[in-house]
């Protein structure tokens, strides 16, 4: 048949279609080398390639490219990111299968950004009106391996319980103003549910029904982990991208009752799926 005879809706329909035999065919949330999840309290060197769909999102200076922000795999050619991570202007390429960026391991790949859409809603100057989401269409998709997968997508509304043990992972820095680690790093994350993070001890009104809070004692994320994923396992065993890395406390990273919060991804999969069918 040719798609191109075929009514826009019955198009969308075959579109939905392929994309749901890529995701079958590739497979999502089931890594090769699975996360070392017995002993992480505070953040530690994360497994080589036990987060396949963690990606360096990697911005042009001059003539290199240096780490800004994480992001997901989520789709063969679409990686999801945090708005904030997006300057116009800006040049920008995504690495995948990075473990550590001191050295060439022979597991990356590197791929142009096509297409860059960020949120409508998104706005730099009101970071708490939420929002804080980015999509990024690749020139090519990368090679699919050990090293390389797909993060999987939450239902639509899905809210992990509180306490879920989900865990967030980049290469942000260790600490306030500290160095930025060479390996991926990672570290437990508790979920903390909007009726206590919304608590005025907490993050009170900063924080919105489409965010999800995570930590807020000793482990946190920081500055460079933004746009990475929060990845908490399903019933199913997978591992889902419940949340993209939006903000931390402006005074430290590691507050007491100022859990990292991130864009709650499930807020937003209708218009992630939409943006997918349609760029």
């Known amino acids: 048949m040719d798609i191109c005879s075929v009514s826009h809706r019955n198009q969308l329909i075959l579109i939905t279609a392929l994309l749901f035999c890529l995701s079958y065919l590739f497979g999502c949330g089931t890594p090769t080398f699975k996360p070392n999840t ?26 290199r490219f240096h780490h800004t922000c ?13 708005g904030h991570c997006i300057w116009p202007g ?11 960026m001191s050295q060439q391991e022979g597991t990356e790949q590197i791929r142009d950004v096509l297409r860059i859409v960020v949120h409508p809603n998104w706005d730099i100057d009101h970071v708490g009106d939420g929002n804080d989401l ?4 690749l020139d090519k998709s990368p ?19 509180h306490g879920a043990p989900c865990y967030i992972s980049g290469w942000g820095n260790l600490y306030t103003h500290g160095p930025m680690p060479d390996k991926l790093q990672q570290a437990l994350l ?10 005025s001890d907490w993050w009170g009104i900063n924080v919105k029904r489409t965010m999800i809070c995570a930590g807020g004692d ?6 460079g982990d933004s746009g990475g994923p929060l990845n908490c396992m399903g019933q199913d065993g997978k591992w889902y991208v419940q949340g993209v890395t939006s ?9 007491v009752k100022k859990p990292t919060v991130f864009t709650r991804t499930s807020a937003f999969i209708k218009w992630i799926d939409d943006t997918m069918l349609h760029y």
């Open 38 to 63: 017995n002993r992480v309290v505070n953040g530690e060197d994360a497994r080589p390639h036990s987060w396949p769909w963690q990606i360096s999102l990697q911005v042009k200076h001059g003539s």
């Open 70 to 82: 994480g992001g997901t795999l989520i789709g063969p050619r679409w990686v999801l990111t945090a």
């Open 90 to 100: 800006d040049v920008y390429r995504v690495v995948f299968g990075e473990h550590d």
């Open 134 to 137: 980015a999509l990024l269409k």
């Open 143 to 161: 090679i699919m391996n050990d090293n390389v997968g797909l993060a999987c997508l939450p239902e639509a509304g899905e809210i992990p319980a």
């Open 190 to 199: 508790p979920v903390v549910e909007y009726s206590v993070c919304s608590r």
């Open 218 to 223: 000793t482990v946190s994320g920081c500055n």
């Open 247 to 255: 903000f931390v406390s402006s005074r430290t990273c590691n507050e």
